[in-house]
């Protein structure tokens, strides 16, 4: 069943586009995560669906029922069974855990302070919070306020839970525990979720299906593993994960590159192309005779992130074991170990460019 359906959604501030006639359907206990770079219009969107700005084009549709149409209705917040937590967490100051829980059920549909007091229990229990229902927000950190937060979105049992961010002034230690936990909560309590972040592992983590957006308009939007695979764009290529685009020339599934002939993901192209390859399916082997020089080199902790000067003029990345990562300089033999078909993208030929030596390496 489709909770959420946005079609056409389009929002400007005067000549900036923020959201570009993007159309989508979010589906019953789904969470979709809306990832893009500072000021791709996450926000805007967000708040088109809260209610909390108006459409220059388009429609949106909330359980079936339109809920904001351009030049036509347009319901309050209030009306429209949708819970969000902020990057801030928006606590109320003066009141305990219990009551900012509670405080979104009074007045809600009749709930009897009975089944109040129930379904705040229920919430706690699930971010884990009950033995601090007593305390204030200030008596919190900032993890256990946004768990809090997560707890009085859901309370009200929303058609869809939206969030902005939630993690941004967290720790990157904390983000991590807290979007595990957060995913569980939100399958636990079967809710439907938006939730955008410009961080791609957010992303790619919580999200059941992952939406890219770029200057306002959507490039993709699949499962974690389509998204990151086979990107769509090139600019989704390189947004959810480092990318290196390597010359090919494709034909029947395969491209012959300067590192040897490579699969190819279906739909395969013809003719030149460019071939994405990401660091970690790059595998190198010092060799005296190889086809590349290793021009840069940076410690990251479990891995080192080399930088391969390919005798091509084309550059790659490979991120090694320490043991196996070659020092500065040194000359190695490169191949691509991805496990799948790599995606490729359409190549324009320049006509003073010279058609480059496919040979294998
Ligand atoms: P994100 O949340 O992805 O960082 P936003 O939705 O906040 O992006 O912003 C998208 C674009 O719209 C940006 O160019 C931003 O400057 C612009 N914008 C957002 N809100 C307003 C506003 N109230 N007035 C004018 N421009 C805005
Ligand atoms: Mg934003």
């Known amino acids: 069943m489709t909770v959420l359906r946005l079609a056409g959604v389009t929002r400007r501030y005067g000549d900036v586009v923020a959201v570009d006639d993007l159309s989508l ?3 019953d206990g789904e969470v979709l995560a809306v990832v893009g770079p500072s000021g791709c219009g996450k926000t805007t969107l967000l708040q088109a669906i809260a209610g909390l700005t108006r459409l220059d084009a388009g429609r949106i549709e909330l359980d079936g029922a339109i809920v904001a149409e351009a030049g036509g209705t347009f319901l309050p917040p209030e009306q429209r069974r949708v819970g969000v937590v902020f990057q801030d967490h928006a606590l109320f100051p003066h009141l305990t855990v219990a009551e900012n829980v509670e405080f979104g059920l009074s007045g809600k549909g009749g709930l009897g302070r009975r089944e109040r007091v129930a379904r705040r229990h229920e919430v706690l229990e699930l971010v884990q919070l ?4 007593d305390r204030y927000p200030h008596e919190l950190s900032g993890g256990e306020q946004q768990r809090v937060a997560l707890a009085r979105a ?3 049992r929303p058609a869809l839970v939206l969030f902005d961010e939630p993690f941004s002034s967290l720790d990157p230690n904390l983000r991590g525990d807290l979007r595990r936990q957060t995913a569980r909560v939100l399958r636990q309590d079967g809710a439907t979720a938006v939730f955008v972040t410009h961080d791609r ?3 790619l983590s919580i999200g059941d299906r992952v939406a890219v957006l770029h200057d306002g308009h959507l490039e993709q939007v699949d499962a974690p593993p389509v998204v990151f695979h086979t990107p769509a764009t090139r600019f989704v290529a390189s947004f959810v994960g480092e990318a290196d685009l390597l010359d090919g020339v494709a034909t029947a599934g395969r491209a012959r590159t300067v590192v040897g002939d490579l699969e190819l993901a279906g739909p395969a192209l013809e003719g030149p192309v460019e071939v994405m390859v990401r660091p ?3 595998v190198v082997s010092p060799d005296p005779a190889g086809a590349a020089v290793v021009r840069d080199r940076e410690f990251r902790g479990g891995l080192v992130q080399v930088v391969l000067d390919l005798d091509s003029g084309e550059r790659l990345r490979a991120d090694l074991h320490h043991d ?4 500065l300089g040194t000359r190695v ?3 691509v170990d991805a496990g799948h078909g790599l995606a490729s993208f359409p190549r324009e030929v320049r006509s003073d460019e010279p058609v480059r030596s496919t040979a294998p390496a």
């Not at 009950?130 to 229902?133: E, I």
């Not at 196996?324 to 020092?327: E, F, K, N, S, Y």
């Open 25 to 27: 359907d979010v589906h």
């Open 130 to 133: 009950a033995h601090l229902a």
């Open 154 to 156: 859901l309370a009200p």
């Open 201 to 203: 592992e957010e992303a």
């Open 280 to 282: 970690h399916e790059v």
């Open 324 to 327: 196996r990562a070659p020092v």
């Open 333 to 335: 033999a490169v191949h």
